[in-house]
């Protein structure tokens, strides 16, 4: 199984909404103009940011749903492991707008909460105010996440039907400096060994979804590495989101991915490999775990988030074989109805 490279820009969809199957396939940097329509109550966009640090994880997620906008941060402290998640829903996404290309800005606020991030072309300037975030002190991020114009990221398209469709766009192992402070304490974080990775995404899904996703950045061999591994929501497409970024450069994994783990108790080592070849083989450490449900009825939604280490072996395009010790990142086993 081998996607399309895409290298000029496409439309994701028609006029009337349907998937435009010239833009299904993959890239090296977001080629889709993402122009999701119709279909009322079926759209999803997010654009989900994760920093890790030495010290933290922070993240914090902007999304829309058509029905509502949901804005969710939270914070891990790698050292205490005191934990905090908050969330703000929005009905109906009132003055929450998400744009159509990755690297356009976002700005919004929404009763005392402040979210800018400001995109150019070398860097995305973040910032965020989230007031009352515990003990009724606020969480303020000041960030810069750097982008080399050679970085090259995964992005791809999903294809279920002409009607059901997914445009993500994974910025995997981005250096990043600045400050993260709250009630615990500031971060101080440098790029030399801070990363941020961005998920954005954009379609229209399935009301009955599954999926894994695993990330992780840091050095193995010399080289900064990022790693993206996707499961389940792929399945039957022909289309993958699995890749691995090495000094900027993407190496494309066209192959399914195979995630062993316990379900009865998701700490316990996971397996995560492809099963006909050797490009991918590595076994997940899990250091903590987010759990994050909640149930509407029509609309429910439950996540198990690990972070910990990734160690075992990856292959690039090219037949070298990397090995990977104690690489901090995450993996996470999600079902929804939505």
């Given amino acids: 199984m081998r996607g399309k490279e895409i290298t000029r820009p496409v439309k994701l969809c028609h006029d009337d909404g349907t998937l435009n199957h010239e833009s299904v396939g993959w890239s090296r940097h977001p080629m889709i103009l993402c122009n999701v329509n119709g279909s009322y109550l079926r759209k999803k966009k997010w654009n989900y940011w994760c920093i890790t640090g030495p010290e933290a994880v922070f993240s914090i997620t902007v999304s829309h749903f058509d029905y509502a906008a949901v804005i969710f941060a939270y914070i891990l402290d790698l050292q205490t492991f005191d934990f905090v998640e908050k969330s703000i829903i929005v009905p109906f996404g009132k003055g929450v707008v998400l744009p159509d290309n990755v690297q356009d800005s976002i700005s919004l606020q929404h009763k005392g909460l402040r979210v800018e991030i400001e995109e150019n072309n070398h860097a995305s300037n973040f910032y965020v105010l989230w007031p009352n975030f515990k003990n009724n002190k606020p969480l303020e991020v000041d960030l810069s996440i750097h982008r080399s114009p050679t970085h090259e990221s995964l992005n791809v398209v999903i294809p279920w039907s002409n009607e059901r469709y997914q445009f993500t766009s994974k910025q995997i192992a981005l250096p990043v400096q600045g400050e993260i402070a709250w009630v615990e304490g500031i971060y101080k974080l440098q790029t030399r060994h801070s990363f941020a ?131 901090f990142g995450w993996a996470e086993d999600h079902e929804a109805r939505w």
Avoid: C
Wanted: proline letters at 3%; a negative charge.
């Fill in 197 to 327: 990775t961005l998920d954005f995404g954009r379609g229209k899904w399935p009301y009955q979804s599954k999926w894994n996703w695993g990330a992780a950045s840091g050095f193995a061999e010399g080289y900064r590495i990022g790693l993206n591994l996707g499961g389940q929501w792929t399945s039957g497409t022909g289309q993958t989101e699995n890749g691995i970024i090495i000094d900027h450069q993407l190496h494309k994994i066209h192959d399914e991915i195979e995630w062993l783990y316990n379900r009865r108790d998701y700490t316990k080592p996971w397996v995560i490999h492809t099963p006909n070849d050797k490009q991918i083989k590595l076994m997940f450490e899990p250091i903590f775990e987010r759990v994050s449900a909640f149930n509407l009825g029509v609309v429910k939604s439950m996540v198990h988030q690990l972070f910990g280490y990734y160690s075992g072996t990856v292959e690039t395009t090219d037949g070298e074989s990397i090995q990977i010790d104690q690489l």
